[in-house]
């Protein structure tokens, strides 16, 4: 049997006093495109130590599920969650930032914008952020974690929502298909019509072919 998140870390905190937990999770890390999508999720305490039968047959790492059955999970997780978030971070910030100094801005603008101030966050990854807020970083959380798991999910259905919008624009890129990942179509197309105005500058290939631009304009 294929293991699936639960909320066994959740209930662990909850005996602890930390009944407002919020996951948090990210999609589009790797893309060459496109803004890094970051996602919190809390549930409610009856809902984390009682969990409907829906909620632990339906939400799973959101790579582990197709497009349709993450739709699907979305619309499960919103029904009984107590507060969900998502954050697009556009590729310019990730430039000037880096991708963890990106992701580190979205976690302290979500939690900002948060009615709900957390007791404990639970991230997806090895991160060590300089947070106000009692966090823990869990590899492979959303495998482990249902509210990681949740939050990967709302992260990816936001950005290959944003991605297949923003395909209209740049039709030559091919972005509803591959959502601005490193595939051998997209770099193609890069490399023939350089870089868009939604490309990250300081990922490769991207990064020589704007410097390229830059020598021969």
């Known amino acids: ?29 790797g893309s060459l495109a496109g803004p890094l999508s970051v996602s919190m999720v809390i549930y409610p305490v009856a809902i984390v130590n009682n969990p409907p039968e829906e909620i632990l047959h339906y939400i799973n790492d959101s790579k582990k599920l197709s497009h349709k059955k993450r739709l699907q999970a979305k619309n499960i997780i919103t029904r009984h969650c107590l507060w969900w978030d998502c954050l697009l971070v556009p590729p310019e910030i990730i430039d000037q930032k880096n991708i963890n100094g990106a992701t580190y801005f979205a976690i302290t603008t979500l939690l900002q914008q948060c009615p709900h101030t957390p007791h404990m966050v639970l991230l997806d990854g090895n991160f060590s952020f300089p947070l106000s807020l009692p966090y823990m970083s869990i590899i492979k959380g959303d495998c482990l974690s249902l509210s990681i798991a949740s939050a990967s999910i709302i992260a990816k259905v936001t950005r290959d929502e944003y991605m ?54």
Do not use: W
């Not at 049997?1 to 890390?29: L, S, Y």
């Open 164 to 217: 297949t919008t923003i395909n209209g624009q740049y039709p030559e890129y091919g972005f509803a298909h591959h959502k601005g990942y490193a595939t051998a179509e997209h770099i193609h197309a890069i490399k023939k019509y350089g870089p868009s105005p939604v490309h990250r500058k300081t990922y490769e290939p991207v990064a020589s072919l704007f410097y390229e631009l830059l020598l021969f304009t």
């Open 1 to 29: 049997m294929v293991a699936k998140p639960d909320f066994a870390i959740e209930q662990e905190e909850c005996t602890k006093g930390h009944t407002i937990i919020a996951g948090i999770d990210e999609a589009g890390r």
